[in-house]
């Protein structure tokens, strides 16, 4: 692609975007920094999803109200979102004609829209598959319909860089159309269509989510890809492809999105499918980790993602776009899991060293197991439900179960349990991507634009790996995201 000079702000003066998905970790840091850095922005609309007895409106005035991503514009406008003059709510749904909208809207929208960006997304790696297709795949169509119903607005939808699925070694920025991971032919509108069959077949005859989650990963592996979350986001590009013409369409693909490094303040995060469960889990005494210490950790901080989307929009706007974008580090500065490892070990470490319980008995440095060690959380499953089963027929016996009881063993073998499964499902879920395959994603479309505007300067060669882990993200973590995990998997309902 040829390098150009990209100014951010004649691209989006004028313009009118509506936003999908508006109330995620991603799309709230990127709505700030466009409302505060690009004056001359003629409208942003985002569109919510009405829920639980809430109008649209009073869901993102609530988000807009109390969340700390948007103090920056508190400063400007003040906590009322009735303030931002720029900023409208419409109340719509990506998963029906029209994405939901009232006629009125749609007919301004109709004339006015230049951009849609698409944050919509179900993010559960293990999850129905009739849930996340109908989320990540079935509803670009939806969306793309609505694109070409407009005048000329386009589409920059976000994806991720795990679409590129069972695969080692370079991601290149282009889409799988016709071929999946694994080299097998297929079309995503029949997979699509079969998917959803066998889930209707499957809760017409009273399945549960547990067997839809088992039938989608199935499918998913099936075709190549480790998970649903892959392979119905791979779907949903693929579509897209298809039914968008490329001056119309942008995909864009960040790798796992992290906290920020500097916007809208250093540590900011709130995202809890990244690395926390994985921090967490090395910050405790188990210290053991199915993956290999060479692989590549491709984190991003969000507020490149941020920077990285509004040159993707950007360039979108004065069709010097390319198809794919994918906003990542492992081509240009590489962190491997090893090294991450240690940033966590050497952080917690500083905080044990107080602690009587360390002095007595120092924490392990991590060690990395295959899927098969004695220890990893797959043995460790199999030996609890062992033990739970015996443990379930000594209870048979009345006298048995009221000594247990007295003896507090049964709250023993439960927190066992509960800390066995955790563990399990941080290892099921990370083990793709940091033991199976090894992904080094190309990022080579964001650096070739030249941006006029040093706000907007997309520069992840520049990040201080140690640094930014024990000055930036692991504290931002401990302050954002860890005591509500921690409240999550010990069993509480309401985190702190």
């Given at each position: 692609m040829t390098i150009s000079n990209l100014s951010i702000h004649n691209s989006f003066e004028g313009k009118t975007i509506l936003i999908i998905g508006g109330s995620g970790f991603i799309s709230k840091v990127w709505i700030s920094m466009l409302l505060e850095y690009i004056p001359k922005i003629k409208k942003v609309y985002v569109l919510i999803r009405p829920d639980k007895g809430k109008n649209a409106f009073t869901r993102f005035d609530e988000i807009y109200s109390n969340s700390p991503v948007f103090k920056n514009l508190h400063l400007i406008y003040g906590?009322?979102?009735s303030k931002v003059k720029k900023l409208e709510i419409v109340s719509g749904n990506i998963c029906s004609e029209s994405l939901g909208l009232n006629k009125q809207i749609e007919e301004k929208l109709y004339e006015e829209l230049d951009?849609?960006?698409?944050?919509?997304?179900d993010l559960r790696f293990i999850a129905p598959l009739d849930q996340m297709l109908k989320t990540n795949s079935e509803s670009t169509l939806k969306i793309?319909?609505?694109i070409l119903s407009t005048k000329h607005a386009k589409l920059l939808h976000i994806s991720t860089c795990y679409v590129a699925g069972m695969a080692d070694g370079i991601v290149s920025e282009q889409i799988l159309k016709d071929v999946s991971p694994n080299g097998t032919k297929f079309s995503a509108e029949d997979e699509l269509k079969g998917g959803l069959q066998e889930s209707f077949g499957a809760r017409s005859r009273n399945a549960n989510d547990r067997e839809l989650i088992q039938i989608g990963a199935l499918r998913a592996e099936r075709l190549g890809w480790p998970n649903t979350y892959t392979y119905s986001k791979a779907l949903g590009e693929s579509l897209l492809a298809k039914k968008l013409p490329n001056n119309r369409l942008c995909i864009f693909r960040p790798s796992i999105v992290e906290s920020a490094e500097k916007y809208p303040f250093p540590g900011w995060n709130e995202d809890f499918n990244g690395?926390?469960?994985?921090?967490?889990?090395?910050?405790s005494r188990y210290r053991l980790l199915v993956a290999k210490p060479n692989h590549n950790l491709d984190i991003i901080p969000v507020d490149y993602v941020a920077k990285g989307l509004t040159i993707a929009a950007s360039a979108l706007l004065i069709n010097k776009h390319a198809q794919v974008y994918q906003s990542s580090t492992s081509s240009v500065n590489p962190l491997s899991v090893e090294h991450a490892s240690e940033f966590v070990f050497n952080f917690f470490k500083?905080?044990?060293?107080k602690s009587l319980s360390?002095?007595?008995?120092?924490n392990p440095r991590p060690k990395f197991i295959t899927p098969k060690h004695i220890l990893s959380g797959a043995s460790i499953t199999k030996y609890e439900k062992s033990v739970s089963f015996v443990f379930d027929l000594i209870k048979l016996d009345k006298n048995s179960a009221r000594l247990i009881s007295k003896m507090g063993i049964e709250k023993v073998i439960t927190t066992i349990k509960r800390k066995a499964r955790t563990i399990d499902t941080i290892t099921k879920v990370y083990k793709p991507f940091i033991y199976d395959y090894n992904y080094t994603f190309k990022s080579d479309n964001l650096l070739n634009h030249k941006i006029v505007e040093e706000e907007f300067s997309y520069t992840p060669?520049?990040?201080k790996w140690d640094k930014y882990w024990n000055e930036i993200h692991i504290p931002g973590?401990?302050?954002?995201?860890?005591p509500q995990l921690k409240a999550l998997t010990s069993g509480k309902k309401n985190a702190p």
């Open positions: 906590n009322s979102l951009l849609v960006v698409n944050f919509a997304a793309a319909d609505f690395t926390a469960p994985f921090i967490q889990m090395l910050s500083k905080d044990a060293q360390h002095m007595l008995l120092p060669t520049d990040i973590l401990k302050q954002w995201c860890l």
